[in-house]
């Protein structure tokens, strides 16, 4: 079966490809700039270097289940979610969404 069909089935919404700008901010350290690359109502797949990239194999599992917010000032939107996944050579993180600052917009911003 192909890896890509087999990981679209295992989720619970389908995902929508973006180029937003996104503010990110974990914890009191962490924060930078980066875009949501792709969206669903679900979860969300950011790539954001400045953060994802700078940590080292062997603390990525201790950033897995943080919470992050992440704010869309083109869209006065803000999500929080937690971190599923990180890949550091991509700069990428991937978080299951947990509340949003509009749902109604949120929806509409991932059917769009």
């Known amino acids: 079966m192909d890896e890509k069909m087999?990981?679209?089935?295992?989720?619970?919404?389908a995902r929508k490809r973006v180029k937003i700008t996104a503010l990110?901010?974990?914890?009191?350290?962490?924060?930078?700039?980066g875009f949501a690359k792709d969206i669903?109502?679900?979860?969300?797949?950011?790539?954001?270097?400045n953060i994802f990239k700078l940590m080292k194999p062997q603390q990525i599992h201790e950033y897995i289940g943080a919470h992050l917010r992440v704010m869309f000032p083109s869209?006065?939107?803000?999500?929080?979610?937690?971190?599923?996944r990180i890949d550091a050579k991509k700069g990428e993180g991937a978080l299951t969404i947990l509340n949003t600052s509009d749902d109604a917009l949120w929806q509409q911003i991932c059917s769009e």
């Open 6 to 13: 087999d990981t679209q089935d295992k989720r619970k919404h």
């Open 24 to 33: 990110l901010k974990m914890g009191v350290h962490l924060s930078g700039r």
């Open 40 to 49: 669903s109502e679900s979860g969300m797949c950011l790539v954001a270097p």
């Open 75 to 84: 869209h006065s939107l803000t999500v929080n979610g937690a971190l599923v």
